[in-house]
């Protein structure tokens, strides 16, 4: 699977839409890009996936650039309960089957 | 949809005893993963289960590391012999392929081990 790359912490204050930037420049045309973030004390929990279009749901949006070599995850309008460490990880589908998780992101929202 | 369970929560045990963790996955997912996260770091990949057979090995799995799931449904993860650097949270996922295509992971909260 493609190595990510992703700031190791970000700010964003209370009620701003939070971006989180992702780099994947060498992921492949069958890999999507997948989001978990984890919480302090808990298992990472799934926000969305994606492979060429944008994907929106409830929680997050995902915005994929046309030559696919980076994303940004997007918490339109953040809490302090949006506190977490962001992974972003290139997974093929019916490949290795196991997600490889980096360092991630560390987002603080400031109240 | 009740979500992965694992137990126990937390585990303290002395070095060189053995520990057993359970993980009960959402029910009629068919997959089953085991991961491993040291403190500061991502979770790593261990192993997974496609129903009772067990596909693929991380080479973090030691002799002294063994899992199963005897009938397709809750995997148990069993260390021997357990040493200082085994202390880890111990994270359980599973997904679905039901609908033709893998469905994303799901995690459980993770069975903290201590060794003392």
């Known amino acids: 699977d493609a190595k990510t790359t992703q700031p190791p912490s970000m700010d964003c204050a209370e009620g701003r839409a939070a971006n989180l930037p992702c780099n994947h420049s060498?992921?492949?045309?069958?890999?999507?890009v997948y989001w978990y973030r984890q919480i302090h004390s808990q298992g990472p929990q799934y926000i969305i996936h994606?492979?060429?279009n944008n994907e929106t749901n409830e929680m997050a949006s995902l915005i994929i650039t046309e030559d696919r070599k980076s994303s940004t995850l997007i918490l339109p309008h953040a809490t302090l309960r949006d506190t977490a460490v962001y992974y972003c990880i290139a997974f093929r589908e019916f490949g290795n089957e196991k997600l490889t998780f980096g360092t991630g992101t560390r987002l603080t929202i400031i109240p | 949809d009740t979500g992965v369970s694992q137990n126990p929560r937390h585990k303290i045990t002395k070095r060189g005893q053995n520990v057993t963790f359970r993980c009960d996955p959402i029910?009629?997912?068919?997959?089953l993963y085991w991961y491993r996260q040291t403190l500061g770091q991502g979770p790593e990949f261990l192993t997974y289960f496609q129903n009772e057979a067990q596909l693929e090995k991380s080479r973090l799995l030691s002799d002294r590391f063994s899992a199963e799931r005897p009938k397709g449904s809750f995997s148990t993860l069993e260390i021997q012999r357990t040493e200082q650097g085994d202390s880890a949270m111990y994270l359980c996922?599973?997904?679905?392929?039901?609908?033709?295509?893998?469905?994303?992971?799901?995690f459980g909260d993770g069975t903290r081990l201590s060794i003392l």
């Open positions: 029910s009629e997912h068919n997959r």
């Open positions: 994606g492979l060429k």
């Open positions: 060498t992921i492949s045309g069958n890999e999507y």
């Open positions: 996922a599973s997904s679905s392929t039901n609908r033709g295509s893998n469905q994303p992971q799901h």
